[in-house]
């Protein structure tokens, strides 16, 4: 993990490419272990570490253009996470300032926020999902298919994405 600067950076350069609308940013969830011998281990997605830098499952982050705001979604593990997979190293508030986003929220109120948006049909840009379950995140959050949610993928973003990188 980098110094919060170079992730404060990497926002602002990634905001510079838009003129309005939302960024969001979905993280990896887990994948399932389907055999005795996979021993996959938790990757986060390459797009996400880039920007923020975190390897926590089940987060996403939303930049919002016009309103400044920079908000981090996800949950703390509960008891039960703590038992199956160890405590984490730090609790979502405590990331707030290491990876410089402006606000916390619970993974539940990402909706909200785009609800609100599509309400007032504002564009919200997001990269391609590679896994079904992010595909079904977006679908939800959009209501839409899995072929609308393809067909809503932001070039835009894909491009800006590969001019910072």
Known sequence: MFEST???ERHHR????FSSGLLL???NSHASINYPHNHYWFRQDSSF???FGLNEADIADVIDIDGGD???????????????AGQQSLLLVEREKTVNVSTVKPIS???????AARSKQRMIHY??????????????????TPEQVEAGISPDLIAAKYQLA
């Open 49 to 51: 570490t880039y920007f």
């Open 6 to 8: 170079q992730y404060s």
């Open 25 to 27: 940013i979905l993280g």
């Open 70 to 84: 920079d908000i981090l979604f996800g949950d703390d593990p509960d008891i039960q996470e703590v038992v199956w």
């Open 127 to 144: 990269l391609p999902a590679y896994r079904g379950e992010s595909i079904l995140v977006l679908s939800r959050l959009f209501e839409a």
């Open 109 to 115: 109120a990402m909706s909200k926020i785009v609800v």
């Open 14 to 17: 990634l905001r510079q490419q």
